[in-house]
């Protein structure tokens, strides 16, 4: 028997009700900001994760799938090519490619698929869905303000209280600007010094590749040493400092509460300034459900203008996770069992099913070679809340008889007033 790779999954109904009904509640609370959907490719030029995400990072050393595509002759070398483990570079990528600037267009999210190769578990998969959004633009739109990042955590927060989720924390921190960086690496790197050797392999290498990196350490023994090491707080320019306590200001006044936590440094190597993440504490060890922050310098790197911006990305595996919100609550039900009874009926009911469903009525369909106990009993199989039979008779007459499958009520109903009366006790 063939399976599905380990660490990916097929997602199915009732559970698929629920991830509409998420994806419909970010869509719905994105539009009120007035963010549009945007759609990028599963795979992309490996060069673009590496030169965004950074080669340092575990996702670009470790964690892609990378192939070569085969190449257009036989002597021509294919294209290294990447399933794309985020999607904040491609958008970032589209956003140059396209000059979206000229069309005003900086405001931006997608709704997919990512492809990681960790190890599985509970809340970790190799393919897992991400909904995320990108503010970006040149400054002159004002993309740089801590008044977009401040509106983005708002956006979050009524995000997640509108689907329920209200025991959430969310975790800030400002991880200053390349010049802030490059003197805190090298604080750190004075600070690592003397007591790396006695630190996880990793780490050994963060410590003279990428410093910070040091932060994303989940070793235990290594804590103790981090806990200790200089903060980025202390080399945070005026420029920085200002701006990350203003996006502080903002989120008070519009009552979104979060703590600070200096340790969180984020995976991507350009993210500037704002850091954040929402955590949830039903998820456990995996109780990140969101991540983001700000890259003031990405679209430079990717060969574009200056265009700062600020985005994020939600876990939509973990959020369903976290989702008091039951499946059945959620998935809709057949509103009509239609029963055919009798030769001939197949094409009576296949009319009248059209007339329902152009209603937005859900209706199932039955076959005419059912007997009647048999339609009846997979009405109440699938929960259908009526069931409608359609014999000789009933076509004759115009009038059918629709079973309430509650109580047991079977009332004659005029064909044109079908739709309304099962519509009606919704
Ligand atoms: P990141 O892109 O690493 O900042 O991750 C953003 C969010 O995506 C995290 O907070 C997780 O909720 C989710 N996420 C990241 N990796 C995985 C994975 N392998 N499986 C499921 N969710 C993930």
Redesign the pocket.
Known sequence: MIKAIR?TRDLLPPDTALWNFVEAAARDVFHAYNFQEIRTPIFEETQLFARSVGEETD?VSKEMYTWEDRGRGQSEKGQSLTLR??N?AGVVRAYVEHKLWDRGLNKLYYIGP?F?R?R?QK????Q???I?AETIGPSSAGSESPARDAEMLEMLATFLNRLGINDWTLELNSVGCPNDRAVYNEALRKALEPVVDKMCGDCQRRAVTNPVRVFDCKVPEDQPIIEKLPRISQFLDEGCRKHFQEVQEILKAVEVPFTLNERLV???DYYTRTAF??THGALGA?N?????GRYDGLSEALGGPSAPGIG????????VLALKESAEAVARKPDVYIAPFGPGMDREAAKIAHELRRHDVVAELGDESFRLKKSLETASKMNARFALIVAENEVKAGAFALKNMDTGEQVSVPRAELARKIQSSR
Not at 312 to 319: K, S, V
């Open positions: 660490g996702i483990p985020e904040t990512q990681r960790e599985p809340g970790r998969y190799r897992f869905y991400q995320g984020r995976g991507l993440e929402f995996q990140a459900i969101l991540g983001g994020f990305a939600i876990g939509e595996d973990r959020l």
